[in-house]
């Protein structure tokens, strides 16, 4: 992988299964300990340091029109906006309905990553496998404080969490445990600026495995239905059941898999994520607004396909089998999903682009007459590939190939929108890009 790429850029993961995938763990059971550190409430937090915004309710992601109308979606919240109800992915204009004097911030992307990185920094002086596992979240192996006394440990963890907030001003939870998936949980008991250790089963039992299953990861809404079903509410209902359930509801080998991670079996390794290739390449986006214009939703899908094809490039991979989404803003339609086929194995604008307009302008023109206002887009790739991948009957222009290699290159050194190409000028107008996510 290229390293000058920047492909954490307007990343925000949701779940790469670190503590599921056997790739992705220990061949050996010796125990481990692991500390798990979560910046709380990131971009709110670091605007209410940037402007001394403390103890006022700040949404980041939302924004007001010219005539005062909230647009937009709540990206992230304070503390003192959670109070109130306010969440993330709620509308702007749910919000204010809520909080009228609330305080509406734009992400800053580079303010945030450069903190970032300065934590990190921090970090990588108390252990030496450090994990990124987002802009705002850490993994540290701590396994060499295993033989020290339980209390040394926990003042290991203040003093980074002290060492954290003297640097950047800045407030953290951090939780200790021996698997990665009960690190995660513990840092999320005692929000904000929380320390929990968990050391064994006995500690476990009592302060996770009260735990709604659905708090785990890889849990989602459907695989909580399935074993509700079953029974099955909480971490120590599973643990009590046995493997057996989530064998039979998920498959032998994911299943056996799952339930290590909900017992606090597994052996993940903290990885560095930037040698993590993913399996998917995406990109979604949520206008500040809904609109009818197809030349500006035309711009968004260039945006879309530069975005997802510059990921591409960072990981050196290819596809040749995309698929799109087009959200609509009504009340009965939700979208509509579309697949679409380049000639051949590609990460280049020009042929991404043009396939992918073929087929979804022709959907979008269909249902603006209709009447239908367009609020969000979104691609994915549906297959990668190695970057070598040849084709009998297609080839890349070395021409078009030379000026993309260009393009990054300036575009890494200077800036990722140093240069643009002509077509990202035409764009739905608002402040939302903070939903772009790569998987």
């Known amino acids: 992988m290229n390293t000058a790429y920047d492909l954490n850029r307007n990343v925000h993961r949701i779940t790469l299964y670190n503590t599921i995938a056997a790739d992705q763990q220990h061949r050996s059971m010796r125990p481990r300990l692991y500390l798990h550190l979560d910046m709380n409430c990131f971009y709110a937090q670091v605007e209410q340091v940037s402007y001394g915004l403390f103890g006022m309710p700040v949404i980041v992601g939302g924004w007001r029109k010219e005539d005062g109308t909230p647009r937009g979606i709540v990206a992230t919240s304070s503390y003192e906006a959670r109070k109130l109800g306010i969440k993330t992915a709620m509308s702007a204009f749910e919000a204010t309905q809520i909080c009228p004097y609330i305080l509406f911030m734009q992400v800053h992307y580079e303010k945030y990553q450069a903190i970032s990185r300065d934590i990190r920094a921090i970090l990588e002086r108390y252990a030496p496998d450090v994990e990124g596992y987002s802009m705002d979240e850490f993994f540290l192996d701590i396994t060499f404080m295993l033989k020290r006394p339980r209390g040394e440990t926990e003042a290991m963890a203040m003093r980074l969490k002290n060492e954290v907030y003297g640097s950047t001003g800045l407030l953290c939870s951090v939780g200790v445990s021996y698997s990665k998936t009960y690190a995660k949980l513990a840092s999320d008991l005692h929000k904000p600026n929380g320390l929990t250790c968990i050391f064994d089963e006995e500690q476990a039992r009592e302060r996770l495995y009260g735990l709604p299953l659905k ?222 996510r790569n998987s």
Request: a neutral charge; proline letters at 2%; hydrophobic letters at 35%.
């Open 215 to 436: 708090e785990v990861w890889g849990i989602g809404s459907r695989r909580y239905a399935k074993l509700q079903s079953r029974g099955l509410q909480t971490i120590g209902d599973a643990i009590d059941r046995g493997k057996g359930v989530f064998a039979d509801l998920f498959g032998a080998y994911f299943g056996k898999m799952l339930y290590e991670t909900v017992a606090g079996q597994d052996r993940a390794r903290v990885m560095d994520t930037t040698l993590h290739t993913p399996k998917e390449v995406s990109y979604m986006h949520t206008f500040s607004d809904w609109t009818d214009d197809p030349v500006a939703v035309e711009g968004e899908i260039t945006k879309a396909v530069s975005q997802l094809c510059y990921r591409m490039r960072g990981y050196r991979r290819k596809a040749v089998k995309f698929a799109g989404y087009i959200r609509f803003q009504d009340v009965d339609w939700k979208g509509i999903s579309f697949v679409f086929n380049t000639p051949g194995y590609t990460n280049l604008d020009d042929y991404v682009q043009q396939a992918c307009l073929h087929t979804a302008m022709p959907l979008l023109h269909k249902f603006l007459r209709e009447g239908h206002k367009i609020r969000g887009i979104g691609l994915h790739t549906i297959e990668l590939t190695e970057g070598n991948q040849t084709d009998l009957f297609f080839r890349e222009d070395e021409k078009i190939a030379g000026l993309y290699q260009a393009i990054d290159h300036i575009n890494n050194r200077f800036g990722l929108d140093t240069i643009l190409p002509a077509a990202k000028q035409h764009d739905v107008k608002g402040h939302t890009h903070f939903f772009d």
